[in-house]
């Protein structure tokens, strides 16, 4: 082939000039180096290997660029989305701190606040009503609008009977919330009984009993009542005697009542 482009040179360039021959000539050498480039780059089975380029090189530089890109934003999501579970958990922390805070702080009604814990009650037919066994504050809530009520059925207690009873009071407050408190109405009796004594006449060696000296019914009290004679009279001495009649309850309260007998001669059949 190298002989062939050699003839058409020379044959060519005998019509030239010298400066068209010297360009033809370098068309020439510049066609003939890249047919053997072309030559070198078919194999010996005649088939032409791929021309290396630069197109995979700056293919893989994108492909690596590209993963790294994905991986970034993999890294900014997985960032974010622990930032946010932080931020949850410390919410939730806080305004567990706040609820405490605000159960601490709050007042809390305690027995003492609104029911007395122990109330002292006079002995009688009928037992306290509810609001006697309020305080000052818990009169001023009911004044308000809170209520309490019996949740012990108090119909069941004798307060005729001295002693200790233990009842449970329910307290609703202005809010609506209900609470159950205990309080012990302990029943007393402070008050001396009453009576009318009555004057007696007997004759000699005729004793009296102490009941003799005193009005049918006269004898008031919340609890029993112990009648005695506190000077028996002498009934073999004719004539009158005074004597002292002692009244005494449950409570150990006294009262002297005076009474006179007249003791006569016995009278003849």
């Given amino acids: 082939?190298?002989?062939?482009?050699?003839?058409?040179?020379?044959?060519?360039?005998?019509?030239?000039?010298?400066?068209?021959r010297t360009g033809t000539h370098s068309s020439a050498l510049a066609n003939q180096r890249s047919s053997d480039v072309r030559s070198a780059g078919t194999s010996s089975t005649g088939t032409r290997r791929p021309a290396q380029s630069g197109?995979?090189?700056?293919?893989?530089?994108?492909?690596?660029?590209?993963?790294?890109?994905?991986?970034?934003?993999?890294?900014m999501i997985r960032r974010i989305a622990f930032l946010v579970i932080a931020l949850l958990i410390i919410l939730l922390f806080v305004l567990a701190i706040v609820g405490i805070a605000r159960a601490v702080?709050?007042?809390?009604?305690?027995?003492?606040?609104?029911?007395?814990?122990?109330?002292?009650?006079?002995?009688?037919?009928?037992?306290?009503?509810?609001?006697?066994?309020?305080?000052?504050?818990?009169?001023d809530a009911v004044l308000k609008g809170a209520r309490v009520e019996?949740?012990?059925?108090?119909?069941?207690?004798?307060?005729?009977?001295?002693?200790?009873?233990?009842?449970?009071?329910?307290?609703?407050?202005?809010?609506?919330?209900?609470?159950?408190?205990?309080?012990?109405?302990?029943?007393?009796?402070?008050?001396?009984?009453?009576?009318?004594?009555?004057?007696?006449?007997?004759?000699?060696?005729?004793?009296?009993?102490?009941?003799d000296f005193i009005a049918p019914g006269s004898v008031r009290d919340e609890t029993d009542v112990a009648v005695s004679i506190e000077n028996e009279p002498d009934y073999n001495k004719v004539g009158t005697?005074?004597?002292?009649?002692l009244l005494v309850d449950r409570g150990g309260n006294q009262t002297r009542l005076t009474a006179s007998v007249t003791v006569t001669e016995a009278s003849e059949d």
Wanted: glycine fraction near 6%; hydrophobic fraction near 30%.
């Fill in 105 to 139: 702080s709050k007042p809390k009604k305690k027995t003492e606040d609104v029911l007395m814990k122990e109330v002292l009650f006079e002995a009688g037919e009928y037992g306290p009503a509810p609001e006697q066994l309020l305080t000052e504050t818990g009169r």
């Fill in 150 to 211: 019996f949740e012990t059925d108090i119909g069941q207690i004798n307060f005729h009977v001295l002693g200790a009873y233990k009842v449970n009071m329910l307290f609703t407050d202005l809010e609506g919330n209900i609470s159950r408190h205990s309080v012990q109405i302990r029943v007393v009796d402070t008050v001396p009984p009453t009576g009318v004594a009555v004057d007696r006449f007997t004759e000699k060696g005729q004793a009296l009993k102490v009941e």
């Fill in 55 to 75: 197109t995979g090189a700056n293919a893989s530089r994108n492909q690596s660029g590209q993963n790294s890109q994905n991986d970034q934003k993999k890294y």
């Fill in 1 to 20: 082939m190298a002989n062939e482009n050699d003839y058409n040179y020379r044959r060519t360039s005998s019509n030239d000039t010298p400066q068209q």
């Fill in 241 to 245: 005697q005074t004597i002292s009649i």
